[in-house]
């Protein structure tokens, strides 16, 4: 094999550091960020997502910027309140770089800007408010602070979305004395908790009482009411028994005098069998359960008829014997 001529190596290299050149002046930006670039020391475009080239040797990627939100957390922060409390204050900073040209140039560390003024203006709206304003005026103090900082940081290219405060930490003296509080607090609202469930308990037992009373009155209304109902059916039921054992009686009455009549309606009663019938009629009375019995006057004749009809029938029975 023979040597390869020096002038190919030196065209090779060159080629190869053309190529070099080449891709390394290709940038791809991704989504959500920008590439500012510098031509010869000064700001000359700005490159947005997508593939640019950046002429070598003359322009340069000086920065690249995130257009997403971001979150900072500052330190807690030593603060004295209106009525002299000495508090320890933390905040959380939602900001968004909405101008990647002013951010880059206006302001040398944006951050450091951010926390120093956000102490500041904390300070002084905590200074206006007691202890006890600051711990529950939270949201006001935070949306105070987050137009204060918004006006502020326009000029730098940014916007602040949101500011919270995450912890107000008071004195442990002032910490203890709030959970004395706060357990007394609860304390009493357990005791209120109970007292009105005990209300509440006396009200229900009360209320089933009176209602356990009406319900047994009426079911003794209801059984009165049945009761007299049931006496009466059988008041009713006894009426209608009577009746019917009267209209019974009678019918046999009726029909033991129409046998009678017609056994007898071919012979003509004497008087002496009308006295008989009267006898055995008195004997029937004489048989019932009345402890006194009256007798008409005119029965005692009929009691005297007796011995004569006796001695009729005797000497009736003599003659047939002779």
Same mark, same amino acid.
């Given at each position: 094999m023979g040597e390869i001529p020096v002038t190919t190596i030196i065209i090779g290299v060159i080629v190869l550091?053309?190529?070099?050149?080449?891709?390394?002046?290709?940038?791809?930006?991704?989504?959500?960020?920008?590439?500012?670039?510098?031509? %010869?020391?000064?700001y000359h475009r700005k490159m947005e997502s997508g593939i640019h080239i950046v002429i070598p040797f003359i322009e340069r990627v000086a920065s690249k910027k995130s257009l997403r939100e971001t979150v900072v957390d500052f330190p807690p922060q030593a603060m004295i309140t209106k009525d002299n409390v000495s508090i320890q204050v933390d905040t959380v900073v939602f900001f968004q770089i909405t101008d990647p040209v002013r951010h880059e140039y206006e302001i040398a560390n944006a951050l450091a800007a951010i926390s120093?003024?956000?102490?500041?203006? %904390?300070?002084?709206?905590?200074?206006? %408010?007691? %202890?006890?304003?600051?711990?529950?005026?939270?949201?006001t103090v935070n949306s105070k602070l987050r137009t204060v900082l918004d006006q502020a940081t326009d000029k730098w290219?940014? +916007?602040?979305?949101?500011?919270?405060?995450?912890?107000?930490?008071?004195?442990?003296d002032i910490q203890n004395a709030m959970e004395r509080q706060m357990q007394a607090e609860r304390l009493r609202r357990e005791q209120v908790l109970n007292a009105q469930g005990e209300k509440e308990s006396k009200i229900l037992r009360a209320e089933g009482e009176k209602q356990s009373k009406v319900l047994?009155?009426?079911?003794?209304?209801?059984?009165?009411?049945?009761?007299?109902?049931?006496? +009466?059916?059988?008041?009713?039921?006894?009426?209608?028994?009577?009746?019917? $054992?009267?209209?019974?009686?009678?019918?046999? +009455?009726?029909?033991?005098?129409?046998v009678v009549l017609e056994t007898w309606k071919d012979i003509a009663p004497?008087?002496?069998?009308?006295?008989?019938?009267?006898?055995?009629?008195?004997?029937?009375?004489?048989?019932?359960? $009345?402890?006194?019995?009256?007798i008409p006057?005119?029965?005692t004749r009929l009691l005297g008829m007796v011995e004569s009809v006796k001695e009729v029938w005797r000497d009736s029975e003599g003659k047939e014997k002779k």
């Open positions: 550091f053309i190529a070099i050149i080449l891709l390394s002046s290709i940038r791809i930006v991704r989504q959500a960020e920008v590439y500012l670039v510098e031509r %010869l020391g000064k120093n003024l956000t102490a500041t203006t %904390l300070r002084n709206l905590i200074g206006e %408010l007691d %202890l006890d304003e600051t711990l529950t005026s939270r949201d290219g940014l +916007k602040v979305n949101r500011v919270e405060i995450r912890n107000i930490i008071p004195p442990h047994e009155a009426e079911g003794e209304r209801l059984s009165q009411v049945e009761r007299a109902r049931g006496e +009466k059916d059988s008041q009713i039921l006894r009426a209608e028994g009577e009746a019917e $054992a009267i209209v019974k009686l009678a019918e046999a +009455k009726a029909s033991a005098e129409k004497t008087p002496e069998m009308v006295q008989l019938r009267s006898m055995e009629a008195m004997e029937k009375v004489a048989e019932g359960k $009345a402890s006194k019995l009256v006057t005119d029965a």
